[in-house]
């Protein structure tokens, strides 16, 4: 349980697949002008990455493993990660359309976000078990979770102050995201 507790930790504040790995940056700072729209794509990437490593690691070990088919783990891993994001799109689509229009085109992205790939893929190069997976993948997806909502938080608070001109807009994002990402190397000392 100890091990469990450590790989989320480690993948959600130490290993932020944002702020250190530096995988998923286009809904991150596209998404990020409005908590609730941030919190929205936050949660869809929980979902989606969460049940993304649980598909990806059976489908690896079940199927491509034992017919000796591993070159095609990327392909067919897109492909589930594909199908997830269609479900989350219905879905929101169905039952959340101001979340739905909010997010836009960012959700769709999700499915070549390539924080949710490299999750997959990690969990099989770091030889992960099943449940290491699914929580490595939840870890991972909750750390994007945290920085798109603190950088969403931050980008409101900005709106109110007095920022260069040379600065406003993505300027001023980047340089945010970047103080962010040395603040979360803070984290490095806990694991």
């Given at each position: 349980?100890?091990?469990?507790?450590?790989?989320?930790?480690?993948?959600?504040?130490?290993?932020?697949?944002?702020?250190?790995?530096?995988?998923?940056?286009?809904?991150?700072?596209?998404?990020?002008?409005?908590?609730?729209?941030?919190?929205?794509?936050?949660?869809?990437?929980?979902?989606?990455?969460?049940?993304a490593s649980a598909v990806t690691y059976g489908?690896?070990?079940?199927?491509?493993?034992?017919?000796?088919?591993?070159?095609?783990?990327?392909?067919?891993?897109?492909?589930?990660?594909?199908?997830?994001?269609?479900?989350?799109?219905?879905?929101?689509?169905?039952?959340?359309?101001?979340?739905?229009?909010?997010?836009?085109?960012?959700?769709p992205l999700i499915t070549t976000n390539c924080?949710?790939?490299?999750?997959?893929?990690?969990?099989?190069?770091?030889?992960?078990?099943?449940?290491?997976?699914?929580?490595?993948?939840?870890?991972?997806?909750?750390?994007?979770?945290?920085?798109?909502?603190?950088?969403?938080?931050?980008?409101?608070?900005?709106?109110?102050?007095?920022?260069?001109?040379?600065?406003?807009?993505?300027?001023?994002?980047?340089?945010?995201?970047?103080?962010?990402?040395?603040?979360?190397?803070?984290?490095?000392?806990?694991?």
């Amino acid at each position: 349980m100890t091990s469990l507790l450590l790989v989320a930790i480690g993948a959600a504040l130490v290993n932020n697949v944002v702020l250190s790995q530096f995988l998923g940056l286009c809904p991150f700072l596209g998404v990020s002008k409005k908590v609730e729209t941030a919190a929205g794509m936050g949660a869809a990437v929980v979902f989606v990455i969460t049940i993304a490593s649980a598909v990806t690691y059976g489908l690896y070990a079940a199927i491509l493993v034992p017919l000796g088919l591993e070159y095609l783990q990327t392909i067919a891993f897109i492909l589930v990660i594909a199908a997830l994001v269609q479900f989350v799109e219905m879905f929101l689509k169905k039952s959340m359309p101001a979340l739905y229009e909010s997010l836009g085109v960012f959700l769709p992205l999700i499915t070549t976000n390539c924080a949710v790939l490299g999750v997959a893929l990690n969990n099989i190069q770091y030889e992960y078990n099943f449940i290491t997976s699914v929580v490595n993948g939840f870890g991972t997806a909750f750390g994007f979770l945290i920085a798109i909502v603190i950088l969403a938080g931050i980008r409101e608070k900005m709106e109110f102050n007095n920022i260069p001109e040379s600065f406003k807009g993505m300027p001023i994002t980047l340089v945010t995201a970047g103080l962010m990402a040395i603040a979360f190397f803070g984290f490095s000392g806990i694991i």
